[in-house]
Each structure stands twice: as C-alpha cells, then as structure tokens.
C-alpha cells in the first residue's frame, strides 16, 4: 500500500491521517475537504463559540499548517469529493482525480434543513464553523430566537442565547428533549433545565411555516400560536453526507454501510465518524453515532484496517456523548433502550445518575452534572456487569458522596 486517499478533513478524517503516520505509513496521503477551512473541532460551535465575550479570533483548528505539514499531506480544500470509482480505486475532487490503494471515507453529516427556509435572512442551521458565526452575528444584534428541535445543538443555542438575557423558545415535536437519546423519562428531567433557565419550551408542537419576507418575521406553529423571530436555529438532526457515493456500488443505508471492521465491503474502502453504519459488537446491533468520541476511535481504526486488511480488528464501543445546557454537563453512555431507569442522587440538586437496564445487564447511565462517574458506568457497561451489581455500585458511590 503505498497511496492513502482520506475524505472529508475534519475530526474523523484528520485522525485517520494522525495515525497512519503515528503507525509509520511512509506513503503518500491525500485529504479532501469541502469546507475551505483546516481541519476544526465542532463541538465548542454551539457551545462557547456563541458567548458574547467568546474570542471573536478563536482557533478552532486542530492543527495549524505547520502543524499539517508535520504529517507530509496533500490538502485538497474547498473541493468536495465528486466520485468513487471502485473498480480504477481513484476519487475525483475538483476535476482531478486521486488514485488510492488504500481510501478512507470520512464525509460527516450534514444539517437537516426545513424545505422552504432555503435563502430566508435569519434562518440557520448549526453544523459548521461559517454557521455558527452567523448564527453568533444574530445573537450578537439581540436576536428574539427561535430552536426548532431541542436536541443537543438546539438546545445548547438556547443556553448560550440565555446566557445574554435574550428570549428564547424551542420548539420541540416530541413530548420531551432528547427522547431517541436518552428516553422520555430523562428527557422530562432535561426540559426542566430549560424552564429553569428561563426558556420557553414548547413540546409536542410542530412547525407550521416559517414566514417573512426577506428576513424571517415569525414562526407559526401546529397549536396555532405564533412566535416572533429575528433569528431561527433549526435543530432537527442531521443525515450522513453520502450523496456523492451515489451509484459508487457502496451499500448506503442511513450512511456507509460497514462491517465490524469499519470495511465497506469493496477492496481497500472503509469508512469512519458521523458518516459510517457499522455493526457494533458489543451490543449486537448495527449502528450509526453522531459523536465525537468514537469518530475519533474510527479516524484511528479505520485507517489501521485499511492498511493492514489481513489483521482488520472489529470496532467495539460503549457510545459516549456529552452536551452542556446552562451550568449542566449532560453525559451518556451506552444504550437509552430500557426496561427500568433508576435515578440516584440529589435530583433536586441536578447532580445525579440514571441506570439504564436490559434485561438484567446495565446498558446504558446518563450523568447530570457528574463527571467524575461517567467513565466508570461505561467500564461497567464494557464488562456486561449485571444490573444488580451496578445499582449496588451506584448507591455506594452516592453514600460515598454524601459522606
Ligand atoms: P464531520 O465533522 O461532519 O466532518 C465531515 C467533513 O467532511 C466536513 O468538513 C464536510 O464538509 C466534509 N465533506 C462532506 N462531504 C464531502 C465530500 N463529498 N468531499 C469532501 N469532503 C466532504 N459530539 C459530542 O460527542 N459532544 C458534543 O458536545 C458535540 N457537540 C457538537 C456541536 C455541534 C455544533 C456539532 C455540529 C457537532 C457536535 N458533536 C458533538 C458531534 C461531533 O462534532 C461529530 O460527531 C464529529 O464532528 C464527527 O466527525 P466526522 O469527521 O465524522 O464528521
């Protein structure tokens, strides 16, 4: 294997190129990127990014151009992929076309939008860094704002607009926040941060139409009400960005489909990060996360397959997410299917953790304002450790706690 092809330079990909170099690949490797900028890291976007004292010249960059040149890659910005020829192993970007023995996809997602909005002033989605300084420049004007969707990214706009006085109404078609994530039950307890806080949620209410002229004026919504708004976040989730592989005889299905070993089933071709359906052993199940932890573990394993095919290692993970509303950290690990949530802690407090169980296994915990615990329910999780044992373990640690 002498040539490398990554595609899409952002967490996933970079980490692709990071490790073959760190496992001493000493062939040639080629990143295309659509986006213009290097390589930047997503999740402060909605996040800090959107503090009104936030540092209007931060770097997101996860490595500066020297620090790019350190990894002796071609770059190929600013021009999205086009074609994956997989009979000539060749990828076309800008008209040229790249040969690979060796090729990893890593083209992310992409915000889904409401149809209709396209072009409308005011109207944004929060996916990348050009996104979230308009959507910054909004906040920055005083903007009465409007989330549709009280996922994580909306819901993280919500704070950081909170967080400079400024109104606020999410939107949410379901009962509760985040209920594919983490359930209804948890999901109850998240939307009490918001009411808390001082936003207007609104569940089990859909959008009707987005009206204005130009510039966006109001939000009508399902139950008849209407919302005046300068500035509307749409935060309805997002869809793998597969549409180049189109016709590539790539499986797509919600994604690149993967075996356990991150292989696209075509000589030479794997995929990682937001973009990539696998089959995750662990739980049995195929899989596709929107999360950074493991688009950085695929960056790094996908490329590891992709050049050493013979000694291809399954990708095995506990999913792990976090998301920052107001001053709660919110984590998860594992699976939110559960026959039994159990809730310890200082509920009252907003410092506490939920056992997910299947079953009689744990499978899934979700931590408020708990750091330090998270990483040891995922352990657990890893060691299929029966549902009996981790609530013992749980409450011990909460003992511990008040002691
Ligand atoms: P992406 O980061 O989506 O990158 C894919 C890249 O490929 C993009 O640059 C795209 O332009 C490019 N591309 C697309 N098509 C092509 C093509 N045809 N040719 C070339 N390039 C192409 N996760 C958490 O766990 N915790 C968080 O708090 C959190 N917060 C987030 C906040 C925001 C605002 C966003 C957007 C995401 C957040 N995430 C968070 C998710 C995390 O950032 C993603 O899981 C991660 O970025 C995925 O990395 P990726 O490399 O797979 O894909």
Known sequence: ???????????????????????????????????????????????????????????????????????????????????????????????TCFEYDAAVLATGAQARTLPGTEGMAGVHTLRTLDDARAVRAALDAGARTVVIGAGFIGSEVASGARKRGLDVTVVEALPTPLIRAIGEQMGETCSALHTANGTDLRCGTSVEAIEGGVAVERVRLSDGSVLAADLVVVGVGAVPATAWLEGSGLELDNGIVCDNTLWTGVPGVYAAGDVCRWRNGLFDRSMRLEHWTSASEQGALAVRNALDPDAAKPYSTVPYFWSDWYDTRIQFVGVPDADEIDVVGDVAGGSVVALYRSGDRLVGALALNRRSDIMKYRALILKATPWATALDFAREREMKRQR
Do not use: C, M, N, W
Request: cysteine-free; aromatic content about 4%; overall charge negative.
């Open 1 to 95: 294997t002498s040539r490398l092809v990554v595609v899409g330079a952002s967490l996933a990909g970079l980490k692709a190129v990071e490790t073959a170099r760190k496992i001493g690949f000493d062939g040639t490797i080629t990143l295309i990127g659509a986006e213009d900028h290097l390589p930047y890291d997503r999740p402060p976007l909605s996040k800090a990014f959107l503090d009104a004292d936030a540092d209007q010249q931060a770097d997101l960059a996860y490595r500066d151009l020297d620090g790019l040149k350190e990894l002796d890659v071609e770059l190929v910005l600013g021009s999205p992929a086009t074609r994956l020829d997989v009979e000539r192993q060749a990828i076309t970007a800008d008209g």
